[in-house]
């Protein structure tokens, strides 16, 4: 059984960083591509990031480019996703999901039918 478990979200003033975390078990992690994604109170859910199984191909929403950075780590099977300079707007529910593909690609890394696996989600919450 395949399980994504987030991690690390909080409550944070603007300006602040917070850490997140996803851990997998039952999917042979490195044969994945990752990303996150993030649902707000009424809104849709939006694609945030995404990374390639090698770790190094990356892409991010226009929103979180140049303060958000996504990373994993395949000898532990966790993703991750750094965020500084945190805003109002980015208050959400953070989800990790993974697909069995080897890139992420600019045009699809946000579109969530692309994923197979997610996660349940952290909450994420930026006071002003």
């Known amino acids: 059984q395949v399980q994504l478990v987030e991690s690390g979200g909080g409550l944070v003033q603007a300006g602040g960083s917070l850490r997140l975390s996803c851990t997998t078990s039952?999917?042979?992690?490195?044969?994945?591509?990752l990303g996150w994604f993030r649902q707000a109170p009424g809104k849709e859910r939006e694609g945030v990031s995404c990374i390639g199984r090698s770790g190094v191909n990356t892409d991010y929403a226009d929103s979180v480019k140049g303060r958000f950075t996504i990373t994993r780590d395949n000898t532990k099977n966790t993703l991750y996703l750094q965020m500084n300079s945190l805003k109002s707007e980015d208050t959400a529910k953070y989800y990790c999901a993974a697909r069995q593909d080897k890139y992420c690609y600019s045009n699809d890394f946000n579109i969530a039918e692309r994923f197979d696996h997610w996660g349940q989600g952290t909450q994420v919450t930026v006071t002003s």
């Open positions: 039952g999917l042979i992690f490195r044969d994945y591509a």
